[in-house]
């Protein structure tokens, strides 16, 4: 059965888009961070109002971009990542929204995969430090 190019690209579509946003919404180099207030203000432009909590996951070796490759439906990262969770005071609105950061180190993150990308950040196994 020969299926259409198009039809291929459009079924191949939504997973590299979901891998775009999980990227952009987690995955951070450290060169980048500037801090939790201003890392999510584009995350609260798609969402409106302030997002309750996010974790960024610092990746300065870009591991990170393989942790879908085995083919599994849900990975487990084998390196220790450092992150940390921007959590909303609770008291200010969009789109002013304030954030603690809290660094924190993980002992692996787990994420679940679709067509070999992470689409979904489970909460990290927070260590010591």
């Known amino acids: 059965m020969k299926i259409p190019t198009a039809a291929f690209l459009l079924v191949l579509l939504p997973a590299a888009v979901l891998s775009l946003n999980f990227f952009d919404r987690h995955v951070v180099s450290v060169t980048s961070w500037q ?49 940390v969770d921007c959590i909303h005071d609770g008291r200010s609105r969009y789109p002013n929204c304030v954030y603690q950061d809290q660094p924190l180190k993980a002992k692996n993150i787990k994420v679940k995969c679709v067509n070999g990308y992470p689409v979904h950040l489970f909460p990290p196994l927070k260590g010591t430090g």
Do not use: L, Q, V
């Open 35 to 83: 801090s939790c207030s201003s890392n999510m203000r584009n995350i609260n432009n798609e969402i409106n109002p302030c997002k309750d909590i996010n974790t960024f996951i610092f990746d300065p070796k870009k591991e990170f971009n393989t942790i879908c490759s085995s083919g599994e439906e849900f990975a487990t990262s084998y390196s220790e990542f450092d992150i």
